[in-house]
C-alpha cells in the first residue's frame, strides 16, 4: 500500500473490513490498526465513520461513471463501446469486490444526502450503458434497456459470491454472460 496517499489506504482498509465484517462491526481504531496508525489519526482524513464510507462510495461510482464515459468516447461504434463497458465492468468486479459487497450491504448507513448523490452517481452510469444499448437495439423501450443493464452489471457484479474459479477463466465467462443478457433485449 506504501504508493497509495494515507486517505486511500484508509479507504481501501476501510472497505476490506465492511466487506468482511460489516460497517456496524467495524469501528474506527480496527480501521486504524489495519494500516498501521491509531483509530484518531483516522480523522486527520475523515470526519468520521459515516463520511469514510460516503467518500468510499461516492469514489467508486465517479470513477466507474468516468471510465464508462471514457469507453464510449475511445470506441469506434456502439458494439466497441458495449464491449469496452463490460470488459471494464468485469476487471472492475475482479478488482474491487470488497468495493461490491459494501455498496450492496452498506448504503443504507449513509445519510439521505449522501445516499442520494451516490444513486445520481449510479444512475448516470446506468444511463451510460442504456444510450450504447440503444443505438445496438433501436426499437427497445428504454425501460427495457436500462433493466437488461441493470442485469448484466448484476450478473458481473455477483463476483465476490461465485467461488473459486480463477481469473484468466472467470473474466472471459463473464464478459460472455454479460455481452449474452445484454443482446437478449
Not at 67 to 85: M, T
Not at 91 to 117: G, N, T, Y
Request: net charge negative; proline share 4%.
Amino acid at each position: 500500500m506504501s504508493d497509495l496517499s494515507r486517505s486511500e489506504q484508509i479507504l481501501r482498509a476501510a472497505a476490506h473490513l465492511f466487506a468482511a465484517r460489516g460497517y456496524g462491526a467495524t469501528g474506527i481504531d480496527d480501521i486504524g490498526a489495519q494500516v498501521g496508525v491509531s483509530g484518531p489519526a483516522i480523522y486527520w482524513h475523515f470526519s468520521g465513520k459515516q463520511a469514510l464510507l460516503a467518500t468510499m462510495l461516492t469514489d467508486v461510482s465517479e470513477r466507474l461513471l468516468t471510465g464508462g464515459r471514457e469507453c464510449v468516447a475511445a470506441a469506434p461504434d456502439a458494439a466497441g463501446a458495449l464491449a469496452a463497458l463490460v470488459t471494464m465492468q468485469v476487471e472492475f468486479a475482479l478488482d474491487e469486490p470488497d468495493l461490491i459487497v459494501v455498496h450492496a450491504r452498506e448504503l443504507r448507513h449513509l445519510d439521505a444526502e449522501q445516499a442520494h448523490a451516490v444513486r445520481a452517481l449510479q444512475r448516470q452510469y446506468i444511463e451510460v450503458w442504456v444510450d450504447v444499448l440503444e443505438r445496438l437495439h433501436p426499437r427497445a423501450a428504454r425501460p427495457r434497456l436500462s433493466a437488461a443493464v441493470q442485469a448484466a452489471i448484476g450478473l458481473v457484479n455477483s463476483t465476490p459470491y461465485v467461488g473459486q474459479l480463477p481469473r484468466k477463466q472467470l473474466a472471459p465467462l463473464l464478459q460472455s454472460m454479460a455481452l449474452a443478457a445484454l443482446a437478449a433485449v
